[in-house]
């Protein structure tokens, strides 16, 4: 058995949880949203909690029944708690501003680059540190896709730091030429 798709899932009190034919909707706080299940998995409601099982034993099978397990907890999830990112601009000159849905980056190009968030996702910059953009939003693939894209555009440089990363991530840096050159 696949050790995350055994998990049962436990949905708490403030979310309601519909399963109609194929489809799976998740109702909480924060938001709904659906789900269509592959046809190679069932899920059954026992308490409060959604357990999926798999109809077959071939490889797709299992693959697919730990990731609808991941999937449907995450949708709970989102609905209840939701989900963020939160990226933070390093460098001389890096800004970011944010007017509703819309993120203007300058990251050291000849031109401001803007970018629309989808629907769902929420931009705004930290009131406690300028420098850092918070995304958040119920569905976890559409605000990490959104953290990427921003990223993307400036990507953290090994040798001054300099650029767009996550809060929580470690750049590995280098030293220059000048350090290489002093050390041998």
């Known amino acids: 058995m696949s050790l995350i798709g055994k998990r049962p899932i436990k949905v708490?009190?403030?979310?309601?949880?519909?399963?109609?034919?194929?489809?799976?909707?998740?109702?909480?706080?924060?938001?709904?949203?659906?789900?269509?299940?592959?046809?190679?998995?069932?899920?059954?409601m026992d308490g409060g909690q959604i357990v999926v099982?798999?109809?077959a034993e071939d490889k797709q099978s299992k693959s697919t029944h730990g990731l609808t397990r991941a999937l449907l907890n995450n949708m709970?999830?989102?609905?209840?708690?939701?989900?963020?990112k939160?990226?933070?601009?390093?460098g001389v000159g890096y800004r970011a501003q944010v007017?509703?849905?819309?993120?203007?980056?300058?990251?050291?190009?000849?031109h401001?680059?803007?970018?629309?968030?989808?629907?769902?996702?929420?931009?705004?910059?930290?009131p406690d540190n300028k420098?850092?953009?918070?995304?958040?939003g119920i569905d976890k693939q559409q605000v990490g896709e959104m953290a990427a894209q921003i990223r993307k555009h400036r990507p953290?440089?090994?040798?001054?730091?300099?650029?767009?990363?996550?809060?929580?991530?470690?750049?590995?840096?280098k030293a220059g030429k000048a350090a290489a050159k002093a050390s041998s």
Do not use: C, Q, W
């Open 99 to 110: 007017s509703g849905k819309k993120i203007t980056l300058s990251l050291g190009f000849s």
């Open 112 to 126: 401001p680059i803007e970018m629309i968030a989808p629907e769902g996702v929420n931009i705004v910059m930290d």
């Open 53 to 55: 099982r798999r109809k």
């Open 76 to 84: 709970i999830i989102g609905v209840s708690d939701g989900f963020e």
């Open 131 to 136: 420098n850092v953009i918070i995304i958040s």
């Open 12 to 44: 708490p009190e403030s979310v309601e949880v519909t399963i109609t034919d194929r489809t799976v909707k998740a109702k909480g706080s924060k938001g709904e949203l659906t789900y269509t299940l592959s046809p190679l998995v069932d899920i059954l």
């Open 86 to 90: 939160r990226l933070e601009i390093i």
């Open 156 to 173: 953290p440089e090994p040798y001054k730091g300099k650029g767009v990363r996550y809060t929580d991530e470690h750049v590995h840096r």
